[in-house]
């Protein structure tokens, strides 16, 4: 066969799938993806627990059954610490607490589970890439999503990840959908979708945050310049953060409960001490001395972790600037983890192979792209994960990475669709 040959067969075949409806296009890439998803999850077993999520589920589908009271529900236990520490993950165990009603094994819920929600994160993604361009966009972006391979990993587990994921790209349809028509039924599912994902992990408030702030920056435009209007945003963005920090400050038993919920002190104690996010290299380190700590002057829970938010406090003083510098570091590095992880050369490759390709897309899309609600509002979802994540100073295994990986999905590959701005300007000519 020759290189024409070959080129032409390759042009009907791609001609042939591009020319097929969008039905098509998902049932044939979740007829691969959902039974390999199973597959792996069933081989290396599923795996009921994750921070208290699982244990929570069960216990509010009891509730649901009349087996517990809610009185019993809030007391004590596992419960009870997860709806204190970790009161912005509830919708992922209220999803769990249906086990109990259909009656089936937890295993089995979460396969099910997590398998319709990996179908959530596929299907949304496509529409909203179909939203933005076209087919052929549609179906690269569908592709990358399901190449995401903590999405095979975390299918084994009860964790709020899996439902993180999929909402992402739900709530990007849904904001989309309402720019498209601004009607009230779309800003009533923009609300529902926007209350959902704030209900799934601690950075979807950011996302929904950056979200606002695109719309507010576009209201300001229709009286300001995009430079005064830019100007208008981060005044007051930096005005609230300035006031937040000095009601804080000048109330110490609102600074004493804030500093002493866990989630607050480990990100403190990591990014006021670390640049790289290693996961569980630098995360063990950390904790053990803690764990020496806790043993040697008898801490319980809260005091330890305000012991800790205090000491990353006193670190961060005594260099402030140099803990400004390492956010947009560990920002970087979170995007390029296989330039410094001790990982397998295939998984090095995989990795440098996919974040390469999307950096390239993204320095395209700056290039090209003009300003476009949609797109401002795609790139608002990495940018606030990026944020939160690199300021964090923590991202467990690098799992949570992805979610950043899952915005630029959404958007970074539109730069090797759009046509170059001097050759859209000479066709215009």
Known sequence: MTLSTLLAFTQRARLRILAASSLTHLVGILSV?????????????????????VETGIALGQVWRGDLTFEQFTADGIAATFLTERSTQLLYPFLISFQQLIGWSIETHLLALNTLL?????????LVALRVHDRCYALLVALLMC?????????RFGIVDNL????????????????????????????????????TRPEAMLVILFVMLVFIWNALGRYLSPRAATGVLLLSVTTAAAGAVVVVGSRPSLQRQLLSRSHVAWGLVMSANTLLNRG???????????????????????????RMSTD????????????????????????????????????VLYEAVYTIFLTGGLLLLIRRARADMRLLVLAAIPLAIWTFLSAYGIDNDLKHRNGILVGLNLVAPLGYFLTPRARSRAGRG
């Open 280 to 306: 569980t290299v630098e995360y063990n380190r950390v904790q053990d001395r803690y764990v020496e700590v806790l043993a040697e002057e008898r801490l319980v829970g809260d005091e330890l972790a305000y």
């Open 33 to 53: 993806f959902v039974p390999l998803r199973v597959y792996l999850s069933l081989k290396h077993g599923i795996v009921p627990e994750g921070d208290g999520v």
């Open 164 to 199: 993180f994921y999929a909402m992402l790209p739900v709530f990007a349809l849904f904001v989309i959908g309402w720019l498209r028509h601004k009607s009230g039924k779309q800003l009533v599912l923009v609300v529902l979708a926007g209350v959902a994902l704030a209900f």
């Open 118 to 126: 990996g179908v959530l994160l596929v299907v949304a993604s496509y």
């Open 312 to 347: 990353a406090l006193a670190v961060i003083k005594n260099n402030p600037w140099w803990y400004v510098l390492k956010i947009p570091l560990r920002g970087l590095a979170l995007l390029f983890p296989w330039t410094y992880q001790p990982w397998s050369l295939p998984h």
């Open 147 to 155: 190449s995401l391979t903590p999405l095979y990993w975390i299918a």
